[in-house]
Structure formats: C-alpha cells, structure tokens
C-alpha cells in the first residue's frame, strides 16, 4: 500500500480557526487516502484534539508559535512573523515533510509567502491564484484571481497554459475550453492587454474558444477564463456580492406578502442547496499556480467542509504533481513563444 | 405655459422596435409634460401609429430612410449611413429641434454618432457611458460602463466629477458618496491605475468615501462607483449575467421537488418584482455623460417601459441643463487640477 499524502494545514488561519479547521481535518482524513500535520499553538491543539474521535495516526501536530493578523502586511509579516502558523505549513513543503499547504488565513500573506519560501517554477513569471466559480451547467476556473493587478500579455498566456495544465490533471479535461475575458466577442474588441493577448493565445497550443464577454462566464461556454488579476479579483468580489444581495433582496419581496412567506417556508430547502452552490468558499480554496510546490488559499470563512475539500484537492494536485507539468508546459510554452518577451 | 420639452427617439433602434419604442413613446407623452419625436422610416411609423391612441399633437415623425444593423462597426455606420435613424435622432439635437436624444439600438454606434454629431464638452478628454445599478438601499451609478477601454487617472476623475454632477442634478443628492471601485479598501490597494487616481480624488471637492470592493457595492455604501470602461463593462456584464444564472439556477432546484413547485407559485410575484428590480435596461437607459448635449443610450431589449423611462430621464436631464453642469464644473476642476495633466 502507497504511503498516505501529507497535507499541512494551517489551523489557525481563517475566522473560525482552530475549531474549524479541526474540524476539517479531521473530516478530511476519515474520508480520504491522507495525512494531516495542523500546524498551530500546540497546547491550544492538543485541548481542542482531546474531545474529538479521528484516526489518530492520520493527524499529527505541528508547533507555530505567532499567528498572522487579518491587518498586517505581507512584507511585514514575511519580515517579522518568522514563527508563524502560514509560515511554518508553508516551510512543510519545502523541507518535503508534507506534500502540500492549505492556509484560511490572510491570503495576501499566504501567496507572498509561498512565492518567498517555496519560489517559482521555472520559466513562471507570475503564479496566478486560480479560482473555481460556478456555472449553470457546473464550474469553470478563473484566474488570475488577485495575485497580479498590473499584467502584460505574456503573464495572460501563462495563466492560460497553467489554467489548461489544472483543468486536464484535476478534472481529467482532455481539452479545456479557454476563454480570455473581455467586453467583447471579435478579436478587436478590449483594451489594449486583452487586444495583444488574443493574438497570442490564437497561437497557442490550447483550445483557445476566443474571447467571453463578462455575461456569459456564468453560461458554461469556458472551462477556464484567463484575465488580470484586478479585473479576476473584482469579478469574484462583484459575483459573491451580488449573489448575497440577490438572497437578501429576494427574502424581502417574500416577506412582503404572508402567502409568499409559506411559500418561501416551501422553497428554502432550494435557496439553501442553491446558496451553497454559489458560495466559492464551499469549493476548497484557490490553487496558487505557478508556485514551486502546492499550495491551497482557502477563503476565510471557509467551514469545515470547504477545508476538507480544500485538503482534498490539494492532496489531489500533489498525488497528480500538478506543479510538475505546469513547469514542463511552460518549458515548451517558453521556446514556442520566446519571441513574445524580446 | 412653458413649451414642453422635445425628446427625438430613433425608433428603430433596439431588439423590438418599432412596436416597443412607439409605444414607450406613447406611454411618456401620455404620463410626462413632453413631446417626442420619432425618427425612422416614415411610412412604417404611421403605419404602426395609425390603430393607436395618443395625444396627436404630442408625437410627430421625422423620416430617416436607412437603419444600423448591430453588425455594423460604429466607423462605418458613421461613414456609409448618414441617413440612419440613429444619426437623424442625435443631429436633431445639434440642430436645436430636439432638446435630448434617446437611442436602443447599436450602443456603440450611438455613442461615436454623439461624439461625432455633438461633440465634447469644453475640458472634457473623455466622455463616458454612466449605468444605473440596483442596491440593497437603492440604485448606483457606475462609470465609466464602456464608453473608455484604456484610461489615465485624470480621465477617472472626470468620471467622478460627471457622476457627481449627475447625481446632484438629477436625484438632487446634496453631497453623492463617489467611490473608486478596486481591490482593498486601502489606498494602497489596486493597480497602478487606481492608485494615482486615488491620490487626485482624495484633493477633489467631492465626496470621496475611497475605494469601494466588488463585493460592497450592491451594499448602498456609494452612490457613484468610478472605474475605467473596460473594467465597468465587465462588472454590468457579470452582474447582468449572474443575475440571470441565479434565476436559472433557482427554477431548478425549486422543480425537483413538486411541495417546492407550489412554493415556488407562492412566491412567483415576489421573483418576478426582483427580476424587474435587477434588470437595468428597466432603469431607462444610460446617460453619456460629457458629450455637448444630452443623449440617452438604451438597452437593445428594452421594454416599451423602459424607453418611458429614457424618456423622461433625457427630458430632466436637457431640462436641468445637466450637460452645462458638467461643463462648468469641469471648467473649475481643470483649473484646480491642472497640474494633473502636466
């Protein structure tokens, strides 16, 4: 029998840390083939642990003496927080005592710290946080999700090739439909950095389907649509407010009317299915690509299910060396597009 | 008696015209002290007109003989089609027999037709498109929503002085929050865009309540969210989208269960008052602010309501003389500014 993955978790990133995460963890390594090193104060721990019922072999425990506030910098963190739980699960990989990190903590420092421990992989410029949202006939991957604001059209092309490399090894995809986000179909249509990026994704060697208009990402034409990550991160924001607003303004018209209310007595099992459908958080975080190693950004109120799943998927990309071929298709990206940086 | 104000409305621009644009225009000469006139080809109009009722003296038609396909590029139609009722429409305007413009058809035509027929305001560099968002407490406007794809910072604060002056003018607001839409609420936060823009808009004599994240503003925080074109037209677009999906999504998993489909009945008004709610195009058309005059741009879906709607808006707007509101304050801003473009 192979040897379990290991999955380091940072269990004192994200709201509701460490309960949550616990928790996860736990659920995590009773359903799955996988190990989980929490990473954390180890008395708080080892009194949380105390009560619980799990395969004890399965989890261990992992000291980090400072945790990383929600207001702090990157930089300062990075600096400063040389004892941190993000920190220390990070270092995990590296020093190839897990196989991947999952962290709900402060994504910023998250991302600068695994781009400042672990590096990049060859021939990657910009790793990219990639992002699964749903869709009408079931998800598509956006990236880049917030690691990049300001971006060239190379780093758009390499978010395409990582993008592509995800959706093949994670959801055995033979050939992901790629989309380039924009405010218009035909190729002449966009600014200036989709306008160039479209030229070169039509020389790619990916099912490049052109580009997707911002109404549509939701219709499941595209299994991964490549923008900046200003423009990504503005999009998953908008998207999760508006589906929030959208729940609240529909419970207001119900309550409006008695009749409406039974109704809505009657149709809260679908708002609640479809509520949970909507919330990215549900799906286990996003992927940091591009990054020497694996590594999972989990919202920060993830529940115990989406760190399960987050653990999951991170097991997943390590089992499938996600890393790997990202690093070996940027090798043959770099020699077919070596004339996009001159 | 003041003399009514005179709307001209291209009539055959838009997904169902002339039936809906004539019957938006009967709806709005019968509710509002105005007169409208219909530009497009004058035998189907009287035709149409013909079995209607309608206060006669309100509504008179001027003939255009040719009319812009949505294929068509804004150059071209600008060219070849001199004697589309798009172009009939906006030069009424320039030749003082018609005091606004409203137009559902080729939004991109309509918009460079403006540009080309009126002009810009004097210290105007770019005009743009401002759309009208649905809130939790209420509406925003966001801008720009198309008009400007690749945009400098002094172009941003254009957009928040026009906003500005809008919202003054027409929701008579005293002092409309403006906010910069961006990715942290830090002034730090952002591309390089936003934060130079952050910088003016700080000195501006606005409101400036500073950025504002995606998932905020359908939270009422701001009454005017600024960003550049591209970015604005994605984030209309999504939203458009998402609400869509959302719906779509809702009747599937409210029909699998028969106890839901009753409730689903029970609460059908309550959907449908949302729907409305969220659907913009009901919100009668978006202003483009900064061009010499005052033209009204539709949704090509729009409902005979909804060009009520524009109606009315373009005749307060040209009534209110909005467009010499944003050519005085602009006049004060470039002065105050003018290191800005140095």
């Known amino acids: ?154 780093n758009l092309l390499e978010f395409a090739f990582m993008g592509n490399a995800y959706c093949k090894a994670i959801f055995n995809m033979p050939s992901p439909r790629i989309a380039l986000l924009s405010i218009g179909e035909e190729d002449t249509k966009g600014n200036e950095l989709t306008r160039e990026t479209f030229k070169y994704l039509k020389k790619a060697n990916i099912n490049f389907i052109g580009n997707i208009e911002g109404k549509d990402i939701f219709s499941g034409l595209a299994d991964v649509v490549v923008c900046d990550g200003f423009i990504g991160n503005i999009v998953l924001k908008v998207s999760e407010g508006l589906a929030e607003t959208i729940m609240k303004m529909l419970k207001v018209e119900i309550a409006n009317v008695t009749a409406r209310k039974l109704g809505y007595l009657m149709i809260k099992p679908a708002l609640k299915n479809f509520k949970k459908r909507m919330d990215y958080s549900e799906y286990g975080g996003a992927p940091l690509l591009g990054i020497n190693g694996t590594c999972i950004i989990s919202h920060g109120r993830s529940s115990a299910r989406a760190i399960k799943n987050a653990i999951r998927v991170a097991s997943e990309m390590a089992k499938k060396k996600v890393h790997e071929i990202i690093a070996n298709t940027l090798h043959k990206t770099t020699e077919d597009f070596s004339y996009v940086k001159e």
Chains 1, 2 share one sequence.
Request: net charge negative; with cysteine; hydrophobic share 45%.
């Open 1 to 154: 029998m192979p040897e379990n993955l290991k999955v380091a978790l940072d269990a004192m990133g994200g709201d509701f840390a460490p309960e949550v995460t616990i928790a996860g963890a736990i659920e995590a390594v009773s359903e799955y083939d996988v190990e989980v090193i929490l990473v954390g104060d180890r008395n708080r721990l080892i009194e949380s642990l105390k009560t619980k019922r799990f395969p004890r072999e399965r989890i261990s425990i992992h000291h980090a003496s400072e945790i990383v506030e929600m207001h702090e910098s990157p930089s300062s963190a990075i600096r400063r927080k040389k004892d941190s739980s993000i920190r220390k699960t990070i270092e995990l990989v590296k020093s190839h005592e897990a196989d991947a990190a999952v962290s709900a903590g402060h994504s910023g420092v998250a991302m600068a710290t695994s781009l400042f421990v672990l590096g990049k992989l060859p021939n990657v410029a910009r790793p990219a946080i990639a992002t699964l949202m749903p869709s009408l006939t079931g998800y598509f991957l956006l990236l880049d999700a917030g690691a990049n604001v300001d971006c060239k059209p190379e």
